[in-house]
């Protein structure tokens, strides 16, 4: 029905910066709240940013001030532009989607299938 898809995700080093991408598609009729996911290895899969489709961002501490969410609605796109990382920034980033498949009244909730992120000199 939709498809989610992340992409951007690499090696880089401590303190440099990277932008991931998620696209929606499918049979869409209205995408929702959208966000960024993450889970570093052998821990849970935690919230980190979302943003609503009005604009609205809301952030995790552990990346507040380091990291932008951002949306382009034309596009069913986010994007998760992430700046200074650090070490425990090593994960991999899922994308959430929410939206309202045509020919169904209720949101429904997309992952993706994640983009691996690592930190590391």
């Known amino acids: 029905q939709v498809e989610v898809t992340e992409s951007g995700g690499g090696l880089v080093q401590p303190g440099a910066s990277l932008r991931l991408s998620c696209t929606a598609s499918g049979r869409i009729f209205s995408m929702q709240d959208m966000g960024w996911y993450r889970q570093a290895p052998g821990k849970e899969r935690e919230p980190i940013a979302n943003i609503t489709k009005g604009m609205r961002t809301h952030y995790a501490e552990s990346v507040k001030g380091r990291f932008i969410i951002s949306r382009d609605n034309d596009k069913n796109t986010i994007y998760l532009q992430l700046n200074s990382v650090k070490p425990e920034d090593t994960a991999v980033y899922y994308c959430?989607?929410?939206?309202?498949?045509?020919?169904?009244?209720?949101?429904?909730?997309?992952w993706g299938k994640g983009t691996e992120v690592t930190v590391s000199s």
């Open positions: 959430h989607a929410g939206a309202i498949v045509r020919g169904r009244p209720e949101i429904a909730g997309f």
